[in-house]
């Protein structure tokens, strides 16, 4: 990965110099800080993830971020491709590195100290330090401004499905898991890693108090049920859904604190309605 590194050094010099005039950004949550930042104008091609802002959506698509086309990218004539962590595969990244296009790779991590590092990753390419240093003391802000919990620590299941696909469970190593962590709440998932199946029997024996999925996925599931066994667990008996925008709640950009203050507020309030 020396490239990433030379990359990084050179923009954070070059950004000091001359800012992008024309961005390829990979990654919702990279594309939403871009335009954040008030350099939307700059951007001119964008991955299918890019849904926030709405003006986002009608820039070219350069796929999805895990199957780029280095030829696609090209096209547009970018002066800087700014990566997600988990953008590739490394064979269009290394096309697009001996086509001599700077690129920025950010920071991986599920926190706000890593959306904050992320955030800083992109002011300074951009030449737009002190806005960045305003929304990161925002993000700060309403992150510290998330009570701790009053009640025992809720038990709660996030599925998820993609690409209309079978829905799955987050485990650990996940956005999702980092989410109701943050929130104070236990991922009953947690004993196992990624993304993955659940047969009714498991979803029984996990008995999650509270279920939490994306818009996306509520527009995805077609046979009025979530998960098979779900209406067996105590989630199911009490109607304990929470449902928020995907790139809201799991991007880990701008809207970090203010997402994470939502969904800790919604889960309170099951607490309380609970009386416990």
């Given at each position: 990965m020396k490239w990433v590194i030379a990359a990084l050094a050179a923009l954070t010099s070059a950004a000091l110099a001359e800012a992008p005039s024309r961005i390829v950004s990979v990654g919702g949550a990279a594309t939403e800080t871009v335009f954040a930042l008030g350099a939307g104008e700059t951007v001119v091609g964008v991955d299918t993830s890019s849904v926030y802002p709405e003006?986002?959506?009608a820039l070219p698509q350069v796929g999805y971020q895990r199957m780029l086309s280095?030829?696609?990218?090209?096209?547009?004539?970018?002066?800087l491709v700014i990566l997600a962590a988990t953008a590739g595969p490394p064979?269009?990244?290394e096309q697009l590195e001996k086509l001599?296009?700077?690129?920025?790779?950010?920071?991986?991590?599920?926190?706000?100290g890593a959306t904050i590092a992320r955030v800083q990753q992109i002011g300074t390419a951009l030449g737009r330090t002190s806005q960045a240093d305003e929304i990161c003391r925002k993000i700060q802000a309403d992150a510290t401004a998330i009570p701790s919990p009053r009640h025992p620590t809720a038990?709660?299941?996030?599925?998820?499905s993609a690409g209309g696909g079978a829905p799955l469970v987050a485990g650990s190593g996940t956005a999702a898991d980092a989410v109701i962590t943050l929130a104070g709440a236990k991922n009953v998932g947690g004993d196992f890693s990624g993304y993955k199946q659940l047969s009714p029997e498991a979803l029984v024996a996990l008995d999650p108090?509270?279920?939490?999925?994306?818009?996306?996925?509520i527009k995805a599931v077609t046979s009025g049920e979530l998960l098979p066994g779900l209406a067996q667990t105590a989630a199911g008996?009490?109607?304990?859904?929470?449902?928020?925008d995907d790139l809201y709640l799991l991007g880990f950009g701008p809207r970090v604190g203010e997402a994470l203050a939502e969904f800790s507020k919604k889960l309170a309030d099951y607490r309380l309605s609970a009386g416990r």
């Open positions: 003006k986002a959506t280095a030829e696609g990218i090209a096209s547009l004539k970018p002066d064979a269009a990244i001599g296009i700077p690129m920025l790779r950010l920071q991986e991590g599920y926190n706000v038990r709660v299941l996030f599925v998820m108090e509270v279920v939490v999925t994306t818009s996306r996925t008996r009490n109607a304990r859904l929470i449902v928020m």
